[in-house]
């Protein structure tokens, strides 16, 4: 999308408000901020994984029950993912991301001062809550600063935040772990999330891409929304199509991957590889590097194909379809590889999925009315990310009953290929945005209208 000029103002349509003016300063800030948002957000997931060998001698828990600690986190992620997404329709992204941050820095506090398992399931919990929504209404509120055609790059650094806070974070907790003790990480994240909470207050606002800006807009040329900007859809048929159904499916297959690295990659490092903690940072970094760069190249350079004329399913779905196949497929080898092909392969199944997550939310986002893209993500989110409650316990139970740790691994490793090749052959096939886009269109008379005036669009 063209950027407005001064001196020649876009044509308008009778009865519809004009394009909103990309302010690319402003909205470029507001991602920034997103990015360190998503930064912490990932720091707060992977710091019980890297402090997890210290806690786990000095409160004697078994892996079971590690396990448990660790997917406890998930047991309220997708719920408070799929309410906050519904309650974005009426309370502001500046709202929501900030208090979001608050709790993140309340749920590190339980550990600091009683150190148990009750005290860490809580504040995981607590923690799981408060950032269920994180990815989902972070990329809302970054939409609302971003045209349809000017997403690929933003959506890629936003999802790029996972990958920097394990670059980042990985060597800088686990120095505070061995320096300083493992309650340190928890009290810098706490500290962290407050900071970035006060500053965001101060400077995130809704852009005017949000629904509240744009009911009655006739959709901007070259978008993929076949119906009305004003108009909503039964939740049943925006969820029932199979671009969506896709989209959750590559999330679900790409969050068990993230699961699985999150919890149990640095157990896994330093108790069958023989890594010393340092080393095993280095190697996760060199895996979220690896993430980054496939972030920061593939979605940016596929939204430029789409803006030359291919067609989303190819633009957006067939990829994160290849790519969560690919990562399954590297996860039932490296078990079985030695060297630096184990190495390579390993950082095949825990980053290449990577993609998946900016490419899910436009696929979704272009079937999706934008007055319902925040409640549509908070669903896609909340179904997508339930690995998060099975894929940690489910592991550490196979490890506690498996004649070796080494062969717990493998079992756990061939299962979660198992699910994530599921995964990805379904989006593959099932994201079809343009189709999906023509099939809801016809559901347009029988929708609710958000305003009598909306302009009528003919798509």
């Known amino acids: 999308m063209a950027e407005p000029s001064p001196s020649a103002p876009p044509r308008e349509t009778a009865g519809a408000p004009p394009h909103p003016v990309f302010d690319r300063r402003r909205a470029w800030l507001i991602a920034a901020l997103i990015v360190t948002f998503m930064l912490i957000n990932y720091a707060d997931k992977a710091v019980l994984g890297l402090a997890a060998v210290p806690i ?3 409160l004697g828990i078994s892996n079971s029950t590690y396990g448990l600690v660790s997917s406890s986190f998930a047991l309220l992620f997708s719920l408070s993912g799929l309410i906050v997404g519904f309650v ?3 309370v502001s992204s500046r709202v929501l991301l900030f208090a979001m941050a608050a709790l993140w820095a ?6 600091l001062f009683v150190a148990s398992v009750p005290a860490l399931i809580a504040g995981r919990m607590l923690l799981g809550a408060a950032e269920g929504p994180a990815a989902s209404m972070s990329m809302h509120a970054l939409y609302k600063w971003f045209p349809e055609d000017r997403r690929g790059l933003p ?3 936003q999802i790029s935040g996972a990958a920097l806070g394990m670059l980042i974070a990985a060597p800088v907790l686990t120095w505070l772990i061995t320096g300083f003790g493992w309650r340190s990480a928890f009290a810098a994240l706490a500290a962290a999330s407050l900071a970035w909470s006060l500053v965001w207050w101060r ?3 809704d852009g005017p891409y949000g629904a509240e800006h744009s009911r009655g807009a006739r959709p901007p040329a070259g978008t993929t929304h076949a119906h009305p900007v004003g108009q909503r859809l039964p939740y049943r048929r925006l969820l029932l199509n199979g671009t969506v159904l896709g989209s959750i499916a590559g999330a679900f297959g790409a969050s068990w991957a993230m699961a699985l690295s999150h919890a149990w990659l640095p157990v896994y490092l330093r108790t069958q590889l023989d890594m010393t903690p ?6 996760i970094s060199a ?3 690896f993430s980054l760069v496939l972030l920061l190249s593939v979605p940016p350079l596929l939204d430029l194909l789409h803006r030359r004329g291919l067609a989303r399913r190819w633009s957006s779905g067939a990829p994160q379809g290849i790519a969560v196949t690919v990562a399954g497929l590297a996860m039932a080898a490296f078990p079985f590889a030695d060297g630096g092909a184990r190495l390579m392969l390993l950082a095949l199944a825990f980053g290449g999925h990577a993609i998946v997550f900016p490419l899910h939310y436009m696929t979704a986002s272009a079937v999706v009315p934008p007055q319902q893209r925040g409640a549509v993500f908070g669903i896609v989110a ?3 990310t339930l690995p998060g409650v099975i894929a940690p316990y489910l592991t550490g139970h196979l490890l506690d009953s498996a004649s070796a740790q080494s062969a717990g691994y493998t079992r756990s490793f061939v299962l979660s290929a198992a699910v994530m090749a599921a995964c990805g052959v379904a989006a593959l096939f099932a994201i079809r945005p343009e189709r999906d886009a023509r099939r809801l269109a016809t559901a347009v008379p029988a929708a609710i209208p958000c305003d009598e005036t909306a302009g009528r669009h003919d798509g």
């Open 287 to 289: 895996v979220s590097a």
């Open 56 to 58: 786990m001698d000095e």
């Open 382 to 384: 909340a179904t997508g």
């Open 106 to 111: 309340v749920a590190q506090l339980p550990v």
């Open 88 to 90: 974005s329709a009426k």
């Open 155 to 157: 959506s890629a650094l």
């Open 203 to 205: 400077t995130g606002h």
């Open 278 to 283: 340092g080393a095993a940072a280095t190697l």
